[in-house]
């Protein structure tokens, strides 16, 4: 199953639309890292990633796994753990995944630039909480809480996520 996500914001599943907030940088077939844009694409889901603390996750058909303080996801061009999910502290450049902003109480990522990871090319391209009114992310796609859990629900293991013009 596809979901689509149109580069107006809008994301579909079954003939359903969701608003959803996209890169401040537009979307892209040229991702580079750091430049705050969503690239074009379609995306599998490799897990979901959650805060227990915050959140109860209802039955879904994909691997869970919980966050913790001391998770992180490395965005440093030249480290080889680059685009990959890492423990803190970190000498290289990185993410904190535990946030205070509530955010990151949900993240997806998706399979860009993980099979391998092409240094520079961009990382961390997660489906994530939105923030109340929709700002702009780094790069990511963001829904609301409601409509993230809704739609995890419903979709099947093999669902990718197509960005598309």
């Known amino acids: 199953m596809d979901i689509f996500v149109s580069p107006s914001g809008v994301l579909t599943l079954n003939n359903r639309e969701f608003k959803c907030a ?35 996750m209802p039955k879904i058909n994909f691997p869970i796994s919980v966050i913790s303080k001391n998770d992180g996801w490395c965005d440093d061009v030249n480290d080889p753990n680059y685009n990959k999910k890492i423990k803190l502290p970190y000498s290289g450049s990185h993410e904190e995944l535990w946030r205070d902003d509530d955010v990151y109480d ?52 093999e669902t990718r996520i197509c960005v598309k013009s």
């Open 22 to 56: 996209l890169g401040k940088g537009g979307v892209t077939h040229d991702k580079k890292e750091g430049d705050g844009a969503t690239p074009f694409g379609c995306f599998h889901i490799r897990e979901v990633m959650y805060r227990a603390d915050k959140l109860t």
């Open 106 to 157: 949900i993240i997806i990522p998706l399979g860009y630039n993980d099979d391998p990871a092409v240094s520079g090319k961009g990382s961390a391209i997660f489906i994530h909480v939105a923030r109340p009114n929709y700002t702009p992310t780094a790069g990511c796609i963001a829904l609301s809480l409601l409509d993230l859990l809704e739609i995890l629900k419903e979709v099947p293991a």
